[in-house]
């Protein structure tokens, strides 16, 4: 939990965390750029690495195109050293959209990692990196019936297959290795938060 020196800065970190889906799910994206530092990097299965701007360039067009996306924040554990911080915060996405001809609702629990920096006596995001940790698929109407094709979910690693599979339903090219509960993309992200919280130069995304 850190002690009363950092007390503010992770008051500060955690309404980062939060702020960030409040801002983004109600499409306020001056109040959401604010959160982020001008060179910070966002990640995503349907996007890949994307700065700021790109995301939101990103997500305004999904929402013209009918994608609806909305997200949940859970519990923040922020830790501080100096001008560096690192927020882990249990996280929610529901999608919905169409799977096979079903209107479903995907949902994906897991993490959100987020790399702050202190610039200027300013805190920032410098990277947020999503980890995916179990999803399910369940239609709108609950006398539906959706059969998902295997070979489609045997392209993606369990964490996100549902999420992807109705994300690449709606066009999106979808990064295949993100790191999920347990596995080497996982350790390597431990590995460069670590790293981070040394002050050393972040080595994610590799």
């Known amino acids: 939990m850190g002690n ?3 007390l503010l800065d992770r008051v500060a970190i955690r309404e980062l965390v939060e702020s960030w889906m409040i801002f983004r799910d109600n499409r306020e994206w001056d109040s959401f ?3 982020w530092h001008d060179d910070g990097v966002m990640m995503t299965t349907w996007g890949g690495k994307a700065s700021p701007q790109q995301f939101v360039d990103m997500a305004n067009k999904g929402f013209a195109d009918g994608n609806r996306v909305l997200h949940y924040c859970n519990g923040v554990t922020v830790r501080v050293d100096g001008d560096r911080g690192f927020a882990m915060s249990k996280m929610r996405i529901m999608q919905r959209g169409m799977v096979e001809g079903v ?3 995907a949902t994906c629990i897991g993490l959100n990692f ?5 610039r200027k006596g300013r805190w920032a995001i410098t990277l947020r990196q999503p980890v995916y940790e179990r999803d399910y698929l369940t239609p709108t109407d609950p006398s539906q019936t959706v059969h998902l094709n295997p070979e489609i979910m045997a392209r993606r690693p369990d964490g996100y297959q549902r999420l992807a599979y109705l994300q690449e339903g709606l066009g999106h090219k979808i990064v295949p290795d993100m790191p999920t509960e347990v596995g080497p993309r996982r350790e390597a992200l431990v ?13 994610w995304p590799a």
């Open 191 to 203: 590995k460069a938060r670590e790293a981070w919280m040394r002050g050393e130069p972040l080595t």
């Open 4 to 6: 009363d020196d950092t």
């Open 33 to 35: 750029l604010e959160l």
């Open 114 to 118: 987020d790399f702050v920096e202190r």
């Open 103 to 105: 209107l479903c609702d």
